[in-house]
């Protein structure tokens, strides 16, 4: 029965996220973003774990995990000698964008809370912005002008009717 194809048996699996509407110049900013904020994130790491005070040493290493994880879902290729990474990055890539955009924030928040410094703060800034770069994406696409202006003359016509009829029935 395994492999039957039956009819509860799934098409396929689910369509990746990257084709919400992404063009494939902006899926490429958002990953080379999160490589960036990756090294970025080691680097500041590296710099923070080099203290004597424990809340530092803990956003160091919560960085420095931030970046496996950043380079793990978006270059998956650079963790080829972990046995999970294809899975993971597979996994990652069916994630909407705003999914992707709320993890990749949240990531980034967490060790300024444990310390806030400037070397969290530069660090971090990277990855946060690969998440609001993911969130971007998710709002989609402007509208063009002559479009919203229809949207709103069409509004503006229910608001005038609804208007009137309001005002004959008071009469």
Known sequence: MSGSGGPGAPAGPAPPAQEE???WWWRWLCRLSGVLGA???AVSGLFSCITIHPLNIAAGVWMIMN????LLCEVPFCCQFVEFANAVAERVDQLRSWQKAVFY???????I???LTLTTLLGNAVAFATGVLY???ALGKKGDAISY???QQ???QVDEEKLVETVEGEL
Do not use: D, N, W
């Open 154 to 156: 069409q509004k503006q």
């Open 149 to 151: 202006a229809r949207i």
């Open 21 to 23: 509407g992404m063009t």
């Open 39 to 41: 090294v970025s994130c």
């Open 67 to 70: 970046a496996f994880i950043l």
């Open 135 to 137: 969130g971007l994406s």
């Open 105 to 111: 924030c949240g990531m980034a928040v967490v060790p």
């Open 113 to 115: 809370i444990m310390s």
